[in-house]
């Protein structure tokens, strides 16, 4: 063996200084805090819980929660849900007695937008609603409704098509009505 090539020569006990140093690191960084404590929230029984205390199922009615939303300057936490056909809602959480507040911002921010307000019967006749589509066979329409509660105000967002998904309005709000009354 020549003298360059023995395992006792320099850049071999570098190369092996260097990857013990690497694996070495790695359980420290296994160690540090999961993604969901890091955005706010820990699983919870049938869902998940953020640290304000909104809980979050994984269902809403015929609704899945596929996302998290972190808090911002005007609102608290929130949680996006799904259904068929692109049927949409968000429910977010805000500090209490600003909902109203976040109710007329929408209002604002819609007509602002151009988008036609529109009166609708039924549970949607409780929401403020936009008509945010029309150019295709079915139209979309977004409704923002506002909850009050003891300790803070929610409001609930819905993209929904019309008429075709008309009849999913009404058990998805009774549905987050039931998930709210138990948030008090």
Not at 2 to 13: A, I, T, V, Y
Not at 16 to 39: E, G, N
Not at 47 to 63: I, Q
Not at 151 to 177: R, S
Request: net charge positive; hydrophobic share 40%.
């Amino acid at each position: 063996m020549s003298k360059g090539s023995s395992f006792d020569s320099l850049p071999w006990r570098t190369l092996t200084l260097c990857l013990f140093c690497l694996f070495a690191v790695v359980p420290a960084k296994a160690q540090t805090p999961d993604t969901q404590q890091q955005v706010g929230w820990v699983s919870d029984v049938l869902g998940m819980r953020h640290f304000n205390g909104l809980r979050c199922p994984d269902m809403v009615g015929s609704l899945f929660r596929t996302k998290v939303l972190a808090a911002d300057a005007d609102r608290m936490a929130g949680c996006v849900y799904s259904g068929r056909d692109g049927f949409r809602a968000i429910l977010r959480q805000h500090l209490s007695g600003t909902g109203a507040s976040s109710a007329a911002d929408f209002l604002k921010a819609y007509k602002a937008s151009g988008f036609t307000q529109v009166s609708l019967s039924g549970v949607a006749a409780g929401g403020i609603s936009f008509k945010t589509r029309d150019w295709t066979p079915t139209t979309l329409c977004e409704t923002l409704w506002r909850f009050s509660g003891r300790n803070a105000d929610f409001t609930l967002w819905m993209a929904y098509a019309l008429p075709t998904q008309e009849g999913d309005v009404g058990p998805a709000i009774d549905a987050f009505t039931e998930i709210l009354n138990r948030q008090n």
